[in-house]
Structures are given as C-alpha cells and as structure tokens.
C-alpha cells in the first residue's frame, strides 16, 4: 500500500517551454499533495502544499505563476514549470498523504533538464 | 538555525560494521513528528519509520534501529551489519503540529558501505 507515482521520470525540454509533470496516488485518497525540489547533494525542499479542491500554499520565495499547482481529484495533483529556464533544472519529487495518516509517501521523482 | 540537523554529511564503512546517524531537531510544538527516509541513488524517498513526540520507546526492525531521546532532541539511526544495498542518502525529517505537518528535511547523511 502506499504507492506514490510520478510522470514523467524524465523530461528534457528546450528553454522557454512549459512542463507538466503529474503525481499520483494510486492506493489511497490523497486530500494533501506536496511538491519539493532538490538540487543535486541537496537536501529536499518544500514547494508548495496541495489541498484537493483548492489553491496550493506556496512557500516563500516559490513563485506561483511559475509553479502552477492543480489538485483536481482525490489521486492526482500536477506542477507545471511555466517558460522553462536552465536554472529550473532540477530534481523534482512530490508526496501524498491522507487525513488519518501523517506520514508523507514520495514519488520516484522526475528529473527536468531545461536547455 | 537550523530545525533538523544530521551533521554528518558522509559516512563511509565496510560491509559488516555497524553505522550510526545522528539527527538532532528543533521545536517548540509539544506533538510532532519524526521521520528517517532513505534516497538510493535512483532518487525515490522511502519511508523508513515515523515516531511520534510522545512516544519515546526505542525501535528496531531488522538490521535497522531508531534511538529517540527528547531529552536530548535526537532521533538517531542506527544500521547493524551494514550491507552494500544500505549504501543511500538518509534523511531525518521533522513534522510539526502547529505547522500543518510539513515535513522539514535535514540536509541527510551520504552512507557508502564498501564490500
């Protein structure tokens, strides 16, 4: 139980573009989503919080028109990197967790390179 | 300062040794949180162990124990007989009550077992 996916794993896109990359929770409801980045030999760090129905919650210095959070369904949360830049470049990996339940389970993570 | 702190950034051992990782937190909240994740190099976060603040009885699973001291803030790892697959990124993370839960990350501790 507890399977987070994530699509794509890998993307590789030209600067200027836009990139959508979905996390989804394919065993449990997931009312609270969470996207975090991580630079290499980087510890993770938040992003924003998704709530199912409504706006994310950005946390300071993400900015939102760049990082646009949609929280559609109960199993499905997706980020798109807007006009894509070099310096986007990252690891980007997202998390679910349910009502009862405080533990976070992560996705395998996408990689974005932005040339 | 920092909430989480794993001070060490490296950890190198032989196959067999025993290897301990520390983790010292921060917080005001009475009820919270603490998690150990381990990153293999493919890059997915899994879940080790959740415990929470009021619960301070040790814990061993297999080849993995968790010493947690709220006297001392430290929530340390240990691996017994260490094996190559052990070889990851480990992070401690705290999540906080009164902060929605959020997971706040140590900067993580690089274990390499060598054969």
């Known amino acids: 139980g507890a399977v987070v996916s994530q699509h794509p794993s890998r993307v590789i896109c030209k600067s200027g573009t836009s990139v959508k990359i979905e996390c989804r929770s394919l065993d449990f409801q997931a009312t609270t989503m969470f996207w975090y980045r991580q630079f290499p030999k980087q510890s993770l760090m938040l992003m924003a919080t998704?709530?199912?129905?409504?706006?994310?919650?950005?946390e300071q210095g993400v900015e939102k028109d760049k990082f646009l959070i949609n929280h559609a369904s109960l199993t499905l949360s997706t980020l798109t990197v807007t006009s894509a830049h070099p310096e986007d470049s990252s690891f980007y990996i997202c998390?679910?967790?349910?009502?009862?339940?405080?533990?976070?389970?992560f996705g395998p993570g996408t990689r974005l390179l932005v040339l | 300062a920092q909430k989480v702190t794993q001070a060490q950034t490296e950890i190198s051992v032989v196959e067999k040794e025993d290897v301990t990782l520390d983790c010292v937190y921060e917080?005001?909240?009475?009820?919270?949180?603490l998690f150990w994740y381990k990153q293999p190099p493919s890059g997915e976060l899994v879940f080790l162990i959740r415990?929470?603040?009021?619960?301070?009885q040790n814990e061993i699973s297999g080849r993995y124990s968790w010493n947690f001291q709220k006297s001392t803030s430290s929530f340390n790892f240990t691996i017994t007989a260490s094996q190559v697959v052990d070889s990851a990124v480990y992070f401690c993370a705290l999540s906080e009550r009164l902060k929605g839960n959020k997971l706040t990350f140590g900067g993580g501790t690089r274990v390499l077992v060598k054969p």
């Open positions: 415990r929470n603040s009021f619960d301070e």
């Open positions: 998704s709530n199912e129905g409504s706006k994310a919650t950005y």
């Open positions: 998390s679910a967790r349910t009502t009862v339940q405080e533990t976070q389970y």
């Open positions: 917080t005001r909240d009475t009820t919270y949180y």
